[in-house]
Nanobody
Framework: QVQLMESGGGLVQAGESLRLSCVASGDIFVINRMDWYRQVPGSQRELVATISATSTKYGNSVKGRFTISRDNAKNTVYLQMNNLKPEDTAVYYC??????????????WGQGTQVTVSS
């Protein structure tokens, strides 16, 4: 069993920064891709950024402001969010494709962390 735990959300003013973290724990052999999503009530979950062993990709709305990174030794993915805007307000979720020591690939999700940006 694998757990993902996000942290780092909060309330900030427009133009400020936050760094989100997501730690994976449990039965982990290797972590493939790791993603950050966000969701506003009443809207679909939006892919914000993704990181694999060889590449990173970003949603158009965050390009140039957000940076995704990972520390494989710590099974952790980060999302550095700069120049935050009120429209970035959402619950942010991390997700990961994880191979356990035995068994098939598992797609795991965290519980989410709230980010609120005031104008």
């Amino acid at each position: 069993q694998v757990q993902l735990m996000e942290s780092g959300g909060g309330l900030v003013q427009a133009g400020e920064s936050l760094r989100l973290s997501c730690v994976a724990s449990g039965d982990i052999f290797v972590i493939n891709r790791m993603d950050w999503y966000r969701q506003v009530p009443g809207s679909q979950r939006e892919l914000v950024a993704t990181i694999s062993a060889t590449s990173t990709k970003y949603g158009n709305s965050v390009k140039g402001r957000f940076t995704i990174s990972r520390d494989n030794a710590k099974n952790t993915v980060y999302l550095q969010m700069n120049n935050l805007k009120p429209e970035d307000t959402a619950v942010y979720y991390c997700a990961a494709d994880i191979y356990p020591r035995t068994g098939d690939l598992v797609r795991s999700w965290g519980q989410g962390t709230q980010v609120t940006v005031s104008s």
